[in-house]
């Protein structure tokens, strides 16, 4: 079924690729030829259309932002402005949030249950949805596509058995038979058109004929074959009050479960407390401390331990028994029964041969006696402890002290090794980090990044990190963990340590997109390339030390030396950092920047000459020429007259009052007076 679905899939994806580049196409070819058309024809175009769309029209073909429109179940997601509802942003690669929204396949997938853990689908996560469910294919492609002739139920972790095996989905998927508990983190509005909430209890479809006498599990009695053919071998009695024990279980059922009013077998109300409620008493009451004082289910000739005890006192012996001792049988050390012939006690091995650790303890002081680590308590735990292991050749400091016996004497019964080598870290721990410490000067010496009170934290310091890549600036403060990750390159995965590209661009993405190539690849006194630090440097991004703006084609001067990079190289989309600016495309010249405060009376051509007047050190005061550019030079005392002096001449452009320079009175009398030259006679 999935080879069918990754089909499925492959023909989805030239779809969207074809809808992408046919976007922009004229409507009526668009009309003849839709990109999720399934024409034959269609399918034979699309790779020229492709062709002839990236030649003619390569701009307009990859500002499409959407690669098509969404299904009709998420037409409520369609719009630029909801794709972060199911794509998150950044990390260099496409990156899904399906089970943020689908809550109900989500814990399905953590706790391994259901369809979608069968794929073996990483948990909390949504990369592998879509090599299923397609998206961006149009509003009535289908996201869901399977043949239910073919589908192996056995995927969902519950196969179809018997004579389930031939009924119809419906016959169990319905909405009657999903459980309340389920409801509510269901999706769909209806039940009936969902394959999740069922239970596999055979009480979910089927009536409990016992009326909940026997439990829920029917399997215990039946099979999936045929509801009247009852198999009670398979009925767990040691899960109900009284577990069968001994000869017990080899009676009939019919024995004990006789019919009752309803002249069916009663599997309640049955008397089991006492020996007597089925046995009659053979001895006729000479016994009043009951069956069990003597007698166990294991046979009515088998006399118990427990028996022999309350007629015989051992504790009047040499040897008591204590612990363990005083449930085993008396035929275990009294062969034959013979309780007259003497026996060997004062040592454990007296009576436990061989020896089961082999011998590995005879050079102890007590050679190789069980009661220096064991009592009559029990094998195990050992009384064996941290303190007495001060005294092997490897006492147990810091972590070690903590860790279980059997993490360094691999439990192996007989077989098990209390001898083991110990002299390097490796005899008992793997190499986690694949070799990359094997060489010198480390030789694979854990002690010199670790110690006995645990893996971490390491006790490698910023102070030893004098490496090839010496921390300097920002990268100072960045936690060990973000730049040594694991990686896939290791079998298994291991933290990587060592690289051979040390260049900024091999941890960090280059936000300009390729914009100062050139200038990156410049090299440093050591040969390298100088990379991001031809303009940054490692105390923060933002300082541009390395950037000297004199060296491109708009040296900053003046006043623009002032100004901010993002008053010149803006933004798009009003982001308010400089990550998608096109430097390149920074404006010029001065109309390109600066608005026309004269209100248009000095374009030539379309375009306000600032540069005539003013430059980028100071506005003002204007370097215009009044002697040269004008028909009126300012002499004598003209020369000390301000410009508003004489130009006072306004009107309103775009609702501002702009000054304007022409027409300007060049008679004495306009701006004098009539009778100034008299007087001046």
């Keep these: ?112 249950k259901g369809l979608h853990a069968s794929f073996s689908l990483r948990a909390d996560s949504s990369q592998e949805c879509v090599k299923c469910h397609s998206e961006h294919n149009g509003h009535d492609f289908p996201l869901i596509k399977w043949d239910t002739r073919i589908f192996n139920h056995q995927q969902t972790g519950y196969a179809l058995e018997g004579k389930h ?83 017990h279980a080899q009676v009939a059922c019919q024995k004990c479960h006789t019919p009752g009013p309803d002249e069916k077998p009663r599997y309640t109300g049955i008397a089991f407390g006492k020996c007597s409620d089925c046995h009659s008493d053979p001895h006729h009451g000479s016994f009043a401390q009951g069956c069990l004082a003597c007698h166990n289910t294991g046979g009515w000739k088998r006399v118990s331990t427990q028996a022999v005890s309350q007629r015989f006192d051992h504790f009047t012996t040499k040897y008591p028994l204590l612990g363990k001792h005083a449930s085993v049988e008396c035929s275990q050390c009294h062969a034959g029964g013979d309780f007259k012939k003497p026996l060997a006690f004062q040592k454990c091995m007296d009576c436990h041969q061989p020896d089961p650790h082999k011998g590995q303890f005879a050079r102890r002081a007590s050679g190789s006696e069980c009661a220096s680590c064991h009592t009559v308590d029990g094998f195990k735990p050992s009384t064996f402890t941290v303190k007495d292991h001060s005294a092997t050749a490897y006492p147990l400091e810091g972590g070690h002290g903590r860790v279980q016996c059997s993490g360094c004497h691999i439990p192996k019964g007989k077989d098990t090794l209390f001898k083991i080598k110990f002299q390097n870290c490796t005899d008992c721990h793997m190499d986690r980090h694949a070799g990359q410490f094997a060489a010198a000067p480390y030789f694979n010496g854990c002690e010199r990044c670790h110690n006995l009170q645990g893996y971490k934290p390491s006790t490698f310091s910023l102070a030893r990190h004098k490496t090839r890549f010496v921390l300097t600036g920002g990268h100072v403060a960045v936690p060990c963990g973000d730049c040594h990750k694991e990686s896939d390159s290791f079998k298994p995965k291991a933290v990587a340590y060592h690289w051979n590209e040390l260049s900024c661009a091999s941890c960090h993405l280059d936000p300009h997109k390729g914009q100062f190539k050139e200038r990156m690849q410049q090299t440093r006194t050591d040969g390298a390339a100088a990379g991001c630090e031809a303009c940054h440097s490692t105390r923060a991004w933002k300082e541009l030390s390395g950037f000297d703006h004199s060296k491109t084609s708009f040296p900053l001067l003046g006043a623009h030396r002032a100004a901010a990079c993002m008053d010149c190289h803006k933004p798009p989309n009003q982001e308010m950092r400089l990550i998608n600016v096109d430097f390149k495309a920074a404006p010029s010249k001065c109309e390109q920047c600066h608005q026309d405060i004269h209100g248009g009376q000095f374009v030539q051509g379309g375009v306000t000459p600032c540069a005539e007047c003013h430059n980028s050190a100071k506005w003002k005061p204007s370097l215009f020429d009044h002697d040269k550019r004008t028909a009126f030079p300012l002499q004598g005392a003209h020369q000390n007259v301000r410009c508003e002096g004489c130009h006072k001449l306004t009107r309103t452009v775009e609702d501002k009052t702009v000054l304007f320079y022409q027409p300007t009175p060049k008679d004495c009398a306009a701006c004098h007076g009539s009778d100034v030259p008299a007087k001046k006679q």
């Design 1 to 112: 079924m999935r080879d069918g679905f990754l089909l499925y899939e492959r023909r989805a994806c030239w779809n969207r690729k074809a809808y992408l580049l046919l976007s922009r196409w004229p409507p009526a070819l668009c009309a003849l030829f839709p990109p999720d058309s399934r024409h034959p024809l269609a399918r034979s175009l699309y790779p020229a259309l492709v062709i002839v769309l990236l030649l003619w029209f390569p701009g307009r073909a990859v500002a499409q932002i959407s690669p098509g429109a969404l299904s009709r179940p998420h037409q409520s997601l369609n719009g630029t402005s909801n794709c972060t509802a199911c794509h998150k942003l950044g990390g260099g690669q496409a990156t899904f949030k399906c089970v943020d929204c689908h809550s109900e396949i989500a814990p399905r997938i953590a706790s391994r």
């Design 165 to 247: 095996s031939g009924l119809a989905c419906n016959r169990c998927h319905t909405a009657e038979h999903v459980s309340q508990s389920e409801r509510a983190n269901i999706k769909v509005k209806d039940l009936n058109k969902t394959f999740l909430g069922i239970s596999t209890a055979c009480v979910t479809c089927h009536q409990d004929q016992h009326q909940g006498r026997l439990g829920e599990n029917c399997l215990q009695c039946h099979t999936y074959n045929d509801w009247k053919t009852v198999s009670v071998g398979t009925f767990d009695h040691s899960k109900t009050r009284y577990p069968l024990t001994g000869s």
